[in-house]
């Protein structure tokens, strides 16, 4: 059974940096596009940051480009989200989720494994 368990999440101020962790069981190293999707209270799922089965491509939302990094470790099936620069807007629950039909997609729909979610909460 595929299974997908985020962690990393935490209460931190507008400027600082949290790590995300997304541990993944069941998945071979390219077996699957992994992507970070947030949601607030009050608002829909929203895409964040995608890396593709083979870690070599990425993409982000215009909103945390340049401050967000995504990336994946192989040999401990592990997905990343650095988040910098934090600010009270990235308040959410962040969601890791992969997508075996490789269709490196911001859709959240299309993925169909998730794990339960990580709380981040940016104050001033």
């Known amino acids: 059974q595929v299974q997908l368990v985020e962690s990393g999440g935490g209460f931190v101020q507008a400027g600082d940096s949290l790590r995300l962790s997304c541990a993944t069981s069941?998945?071979?190293?390219?077996?699957?596009?992994m992507g970070w999707f947030r949601q607030a209270p009050g608002k829909e799922r929203e895409f964040v940051a995608l890396?593709?089965?083979?870690?070599?491509?990425?993409d982000y939302a215009d909103s945390v480009k340049g401050r967000f990094t995504i990336s994946r470790d192989k040999a401990k099936n592990t997905v990343y989200l650095q988040m910098n620069s934090l600010k009270p807007e990235d308040t959410a629950v962040y969601y890791c989720?992969?997508?075996?039909?490789?269709?490196?997609?911001?859709?959240?729909?299309?993925?169909?494994?998730w794990g339960q979610g990580t709380q981040v909460t940016v104050s001033l």
């Open positions: 989720g992969a997508d075996l039909n490789l269709r490196t997609t911001r859709e959240w729909y299309e993925y169909g494994i």
């Open positions: 069941g998945l071979t190293f390219r077996s699957a596009d």
């Open positions: 890396i593709n089965w083979s870690g070599f491509r990425t």
